[in-house]
């Protein structure tokens, strides 16, 4: 039972600092002044919600005004992040108040017909619509057997972040629109991804960076990764801790994925955001040795249901009557003929008979390819009303690159 005490208002320029600090007391971790001075330029007061205990913030929950790849295209995507209650104020029905209101807003506005977030507890998200949409694959590679890639056409050139900063960001911005689940990137959001304070390293070197060069001078891969030392009775045992790859060809997969594979003195290298089609599987003679392990990732919520199914594209025509239920948001409830023929979409409300019924959620989850809804139909979260229409719909909404996020937010 929420409390009639609590307010629930919109953030302003002052609580950023309370924001911060009640943050730090809900995920466990002291704030540290650089890290807060670099992220202050990423949030938008007029985004963020606060829960108001008489002078005291106990709860907020926010988002970032950023883009991300949807299949096919590029969507404006609120980006939501920093949501937490104070444990003292826990089991008061405040999370759901701040949740509910947000995604209001957020249609209210008319601007972002779909949300996403990074789940601290996947339990909570899913009572507000989000959907599973983009697993992620865990690499603990053990290099002493795991074998190299073959070698790559091209040059590589090291340097630290920093100085080769315009050749990422322009890199990266070249290919984001084609990889699902990718955001874009403001000076701000490069600043604070490669913010790289000695708190945050555990031990390990600053980062470093490597670009791949075709034969004839461009840029076509990059990666990022910092090493932990370590040495044990059987001689040196580093650990390379990768934060991005990103290639453009196979030839730049190639090449930085063997030259991670043999810095000096390192016999483990960790990954935690490849895609579940990630290309080293098949680039190693035993990828087994690679240790994956799957997770979530993104998860997507539906805002707007015609303009977030009309702004994506799809592997397959499709005409289908979609049945759609959504308990927060009464607008995206109801009968969605889908209509594509792979370049033109139309969503349009119908009377006719629904061939597919499920809730937003469903939606949310196969929205960016990821999560097939064929699957989601042996789980009994989608049904099939006419058929053949879920092996239709299957097919259209898959798509040919496996979604993921590349940074958490």
Known sequence: MSSPDIEVRTATPD?????????????????????????RPLHDPARGLVAVDGDQIVGSAGSFDREMAVPGGVVPCAHVTGVGVLPTHRRQGILRRMMERQLRDVAA????????LWASETAIYPRFGYGFAAPRLQLQADLTGTG????????????????LRIELAKLYDELRPHRPGWSSRDDNWWNFLLLDIEAH???ATERQAVVHETPDGAVDGY???????????????????????VAGNPDATRALWRFLFSLDLTRRLTYGLATPDEPLLHLVPEPRRLKPTLADGLWVRLVDVPAALRARAYRAPLDVVLEVTDA?????????????DGTTTSCEPTT?????ACDVLELGAAYLGG??????????????????????????????????????F
Do not use: C
Request: no cysteine.
């Open 223 to 245: 990666a990022i990764w910092r090493v932990k030392g370590d040495w044990d009775d059987g001689g040196p045992n580093a650990e390379v801790r990768v934060s991005e790859v």
């Open 201 to 203: 390293r555990e031990g």
């Open 109 to 116: 506005a008319g601007r972002e017909p779909i949300a996403a």
């Open 371 to 408: 999560t097939a809804l064929a699957t989601l139909g042996r789980a009994g979260r989608v049904r099939e009303l006419r058929p053949g229409a879920l092996v239709a719909g299957d097919t259209a909404f898959g798509w040919h690159q496996a979604p993921g996020g590349m940074e958490v």
């Open 352 to 356: 006719d008979p629904a061939d597919l």
């Open 148 to 163: 190299l890639p073959a070698p790559a056409p091209g040059r590589l050139r090291a340097g630290s972040p920093a100085t």
């Open 328 to 340: 927060l948001l009464p607008a995206n409830a109801g009968r969605w003929r889908l209509t594509t």
């Open 15 to 39: 609580d950023f600092d309370a924001i911060a600090a009640m943050l730090g007391v809900v995920f466990h971790y002291t704030q540290n002044p650089e890290s807060l001075a670099v992220e």
